[in-house]
């Protein structure tokens, strides 16, 4: 059985800006008791939900295309002629080496069997399809190890197989896929909704730890705890007050706290 944070604390949902302003003032009074964990922790995440908020602006911006522009539709047809490229190449490498055994005598040629399997196990421990089938920024991040190593610890044993060609091709166009998947943008509203829940799960251990920290009921930890979630309390004190007189609650700006208007928040719902 899954037990998470929100079963047990009742906030509600911090929009990013909020979240990020919240964290922001339990910096300056963690600093200021001082209290180093919770700091810590309040820096890491203004650090996640910066990210949220960058996701949130890319998303509002597709959202107002509408449709596929005539360039996003470029782009992914680029992005989908680039990864048949790059795919092709990754197998031509592994086709090639295969060629090389193809009628190789066990005994007399133990070095260059030895050589190739030596080679396309160590950038292809898993196969090329594993390669080839993973999502793109995952083969990019795959293609670009194995341009390293093509180009470093294998280079001489690349050159010595005659397989130079086929290692500056895919070093090609693995350049090419990266600048083709940097101009599309596939950002889905899933990926901002996990960012928020990530940012909004933050709150909540941010919440714990300074209830951990200054445990006790009364006295100087009562004090501690009281001024530190006070940036809490007022944030959530104000979405409700929204909620109660039947409005959703605005983002504010992260800085200076100040309520956006509607048509200057980073985003909306997915639908």
Not at 143 to 160: D, F, R, S
Request: contains cysteine; charged residues 30%; glycine residues 6%.
């Amino acid at each position: 059985m899954d037990i998470n944070l929100s079963d047990f604390l009742v906030l509600l949902l911090f929009p990013t800006g909020r979240r990020i302003f919240t964290f922001y003032r339990v910096i300056d009074l963690a600093k200021a008791l001082p209290a180093p964990a919770i700091e810590a922790l309040a820096v890491e995440a203004i650090a996640a939900d910066e990210k949220t908020f960058a996701l949130e602006q890319r998303w509002a911006t597709k959202r107002k295309s509408g449709k596929a522009s005539a360039k996003q539709l470029r782009d992914q047809k680029a992005l989908q002629r680039a990864d048949i490229q790059l795919d092709n190449a990754l197998s031509g490498l592994r086709n090639a080496g295969e060629a090389l055994l193809k009628g190789a005598d066990e005994i007399e040629d133990q070095e260059l069997i030895q050589d190739v399997e030596s080679l396309l196990h160590a950038i292809f421990p898993h196969g090329v399809a594993a390669i080839t089938n993973a999502p793109c920024d995952v083969e990019l991040v795959a293609v670009k190890a194995i341009v390293g190593k093509l180009q470093g610890e294998l280079a001489p044993l690349v050159q010595k197989l005659g397989l130079d060609v086929h290692a500056a091709r895919i070093a090609k166009l693995a350049q090419k896929y990266d600048e083709v998947l940097k101009s599309t943008d596939d950002l889905d509203f899933g990926a901002v909704k996990a960012a928020r829940a990530a940012g909004q799960n933050y709150l909540l251990r941010i919440v714990v730890k300074v209830l951990g920290t200054y445990d006790e009921p009364t006295g100087d930890h009562a004090e501690k705890r009281a001024k530190l979630l006070a940036p809490v309390v007022k944030q959530n004190e104000a979405i409700r007050q929204h909620i109660r007189a039947r409005r959703s609650a605005p983002d504010v700006d992260p800085k200076t706290g100040e309520e956006q208007a509607p048509e200057e928040e980073a985003a909306g719902d997915g639908g």
